[in-house]
């Protein structure tokens, strides 16, 4: 995959339905290419939710591959790290404004019982993610959840969709990207979502405290090796909410953390609570303009920054959640909405997935 | 003219509607607007356009006459650096409106987001104005340097308006119906009562916005308003010297 440094703003949307209903890909390719001229050609992509439920307790690698060889190395260690109970290529069309795809392989795997040792199974799948993106040449990890994938390249995002054949998956969420980078390189490991396990981000706007996020994330042994500010979010979510166990709610106030003029004025048991946040994580504190949807297995999460140097549009309708950078997104293709709102700074919009729903 | 704007690109779109203007067209319908942007953009002849469907962003700007009005929700960047003419809106807007708006009327019915308004401005017989039904984002008259903004809070939604009001605010006017938390107040701007010069001024285009959304005028101007003015002419003429 080519990364030639050009420098190169952005356009997300998402849907979820909460019932856990399967939708297929043709709408929200169609609500990602209203906002077409927010992207600029070099970055599309999709995260899907639910797509997989023959295999549903498997990993899923959606992997990226330069050449035969980073294949073939991956495969050698799929081989010795996890059971592979299936492999295939990951159907696509040729598509007029997606070029030079990498090799696209997907594998469903397994880990070996014995293999754990004392960690736990996603430690185990996070650790051979990191292992793969920086030591195998040339070989990146789209997505590694269950039941989920990343479809993502360098193109417009309604030809990624097309590209990636997206009509033919059924998902109960999908979160979508328009990629115009500014600060880094548009290329395929490169373009959104980025993913680690069940986690997914779709981003607009630019991470300025990357530099201090990948290095209080490396102390954990993440290893950033995407060149986009984006990944940091992925990962710190995986951090705060799955090893750490915040309650979601937490974490996103230790990411979006509240302004100490603000803190200053809350009652004493909220005031030690916000405070701790911020002593306790202030190295996971994003800053800069960010409007993001992050999904995970039981749902959605929309943000943006402190002070909402970003736009974002909320809807819903009947049980489904919607969201996106501009509400024409939205009623492309939901003309008619329950309600309509606009997310204020730093304040999240959840989507879950009814308990009854497995 | 009548437009049937469904799966139309704004560009293609954008040009019927200037070289109609051109050759003398007065009358505008755009259904099935779904996000096209710059509608109105640039246009310089009192010319009338009606929106259908939900309008891009950026709307309007640049604007030198015509009128706009818009059966829905708008979005982000509305009025910008528009110069003259009347923006209706049924519904509420995104972010950024009126950005150095500097001339011209733009009336929305419900909410308006974040950052309105931000750096307005006036000269001599030239004063925007921005009038909001609802309630407002933070940063409402970020660094205004001119115009008069009103804020209605009619929909009793709270807050009224967010943090951070009139912050770098050097010139113009904001009137609020209703009490602002002075702890969301900018460093540069103070609360007061209306004067009678005041009253007159809102009262004139309050009567004229109550007409488009068929507000009641008795009540809106039952309310009490907060007048915003700047403490200084130049907030930050002292930032560099030392």
Known sequence: MKCDGIPSGCAISGMMSEEGKRIDGSAIIRSIACMHDRSNGLGGGFAAYGIYPRRRDMYAFHMMYDNAQAKENTEEFFYKYFNIDKDEAIPTRKQKGVANPPILWRYFLEVPVNKLESRSERDYVSNAVMKINSDIEGSYVASSGKNMGAFKGVGYPEDIGEFYKLEEYSAYIWTSHGRFPTNTPGWWGGAHPFTLLDWSVVHNGEISSYGINKRYLEMFGYKLELRTDTEVIAYLFDLLVRSHKLPVEKAVQALAATFWKDIDRMEPQQKKIATALRQVYGSALLNGPFSIIIGHNRGVIGLNDRIKLRPMTAARKDDMLYMASEESAIREIAPDLDEVWSPRAGTPVFGTLRPEVE | ?242
């Open chain 2, 1 to 242: 003219m009548r437009i049937n704007a469904k799966g139309m690109h704004y560009r293609p779109m954008n040009k019927m509607i200037r070289d109609a203007v051109a050759s003398g067209e007065k009358e505008f319908v755009l259904d099935n607007i779904g996000g096209q942007r710059y509608i109105g953009a640039g246009l310089n002849e009192n010319v009338t356009i009606t929106v259908n469907g939900t309008p891009g962003n950026d709307m309007a700007a640049f604007m030198n006459g015509p009128k706009i009005i818009v059966n829905a929700n708008g979005q982000d960047g509305i009025a910008n650096t528009m110069n003259a003419g009347e923006i209706i809106i049924h519904g509420n807007v995104g972010d950024i409106i009126g950005y150095g708006m500097r001339g011209g009327k733009l009336y929305v019915k419900g909410d308006v987001g974040y950052r309105v308004g931000i750096h307005m401005k006036e000269y001599k017989d030239q004063v925007p104005v921005i009038i909001a039904g609802g309630t407002a984002g933070d940063f409402f008259g970020e660094y205004m340097a001119g115009g008069l903004m009103i804020l209605l809070g009619m929909n009793g939604k709270n807050p009224l308006v967010g943090d951070y009001v009139g912050t770098g605010m050097h010139g113009g006017v904001m009137y609020i119906r209703g009490a602002v938390d002075p702890s969301h107040l900018g460093k540069e701007v103070s609360c007061f009562d209306l004067n009678e010069d005041d009253e007159k001024i809102i009262g004139r285009y309050l009567k004229e916005y109550c007409g488009y959304f068929g507000f009641d005028f008795n009540e809106v101007m039952s309310g009490k308003f907060t007048k915003l003015i700047p403490v200084s002419l130049r907030p930050y003429g002292n930032l560099y010297v030392y």
